[in-house]
């Protein structure tokens, strides 16, 4: 049996992910890797680190799926320092395509693939798919809660499953490679509240997009993954879909004051996410979970549009899910909303395509 660093053999890579002493980590959700291996014995080690802030929660464990030939073969949390993975055993030489990515998201937890061990160094990168987009949002595109039906629980890493949201299916459906920069409770200007005396400014998408992304752990307990600039050049969509205003309507609510910050702020992060994406074309969407202010989204894209003279820029109202149905964790979509969402989009991306 041979080891396999992640620099050493073909691999695609899938969304941001950063090499740091050997070891290809992994943060915001949907991250990984795909490739194709011919051999009898494939075996993965994943090391994993506790988030900083909430050191030894189980709810914060990193959540890994390993997929052979599109079936889901490994399910884990990466509870411990080090964990190994057999992906594939078998008495004959076969060739598999293989995927592993994380099913958590960015905040609470991180892991590694520290290497692979296998029985020979047939290694292939995964094939390019036909389109590549960006989905940029909060915890919806992350897929937070939808393994647990009980709308009165809170926050897990065990319960997030971002194959079952709306933006990774939509992705698939168009056959394309995705990169997600998405994290739970952040907004344009304000992440979630409860109190409307309370403006969360440290939970706002737009401060972090040019970096790695946001987790309370760090790398070597000094590096913050903040402090990582993303290279652009690494992942240029032809199509980039933004799904922020959820939390942004807790502190906004009816007021126009503040929807007109909402709307102002949206309008220069769309700046900054064209500066990074010369030619994607950008999709502003929201409605899953509520579209108070879809209509500032609205005008967001239209003085963007007028002042800019870009014409890729359009919006969508994405289908709201429906309570009397039901809800998963925190009052979220269950994964039939998320379905019903990604229809209605990739129905209207193929206008675009």
Partial sequence: ??????????????????????????????????????????????????????????????????????????????????????????????????????????????????????????????????????????????????DDEDCEHHFSTATEDVTKAFAYKTAMALDADYSMFSTSGHGIISGYTDDLDVKHTDQRIPDRYTTLGLCFDTFDGTLQTTDVAWDFERFQPDLIVINLGTNDDSYCQDMEERQMEYKDAYKQFLHLVRSRNAKAHIVCVLGLMGNRLYPFVCKACQEYAQETGDQRISTFELPEQDGNVGYVADYHPMECFHQKASDALVAYIKTLL
Avoid at 1 to 8: E, I, Y
Avoid at 99 to 109: D, G, H, T, V
Wanted: glycine share 6%; proline share 1%; aromatic share 8%.
């Fill in 1 to 146: 049996m041979m080891t396999n660093r992640l620099n050493q053999i073909e691999v695609k890579h899938i969304g941001r992910t950063h090499f740091y002493q050997d070891v290809l980590w992994l943060i915001l959700s949907g991250s990984g890797v795909e490739f194709s291996y011919t051999g009898k014995e494939l075996a993965l080690t994943i090391c994993g680190r506790e988030a900083a802030l909430n050191a030894e929660v189980p709810e914060n464990y990193p959540r890994v799926a390993v997929y052979v030939n599109d079936e889901r073969v490994v399910d884990t949390l990466v509870d411990c320092e080090k964990k190994e993975c057999v992906i594939l055993h078998s008495t004959e030489e076969q060739t598999v395509d293989v995927k592993i990515i994380k099913l958590s998201e960015c905040a609470m937890s991180m892991c590694g693939i520290r290497q692979i061990t296998s029985d020979t160094s047939q290694f292939c990168a995964g094939k390019e798919r036909a389109y590549r987009m960006e989905f940029i949002g909060d915890s919806i595109t992350c897929g937070y809660g939808v």
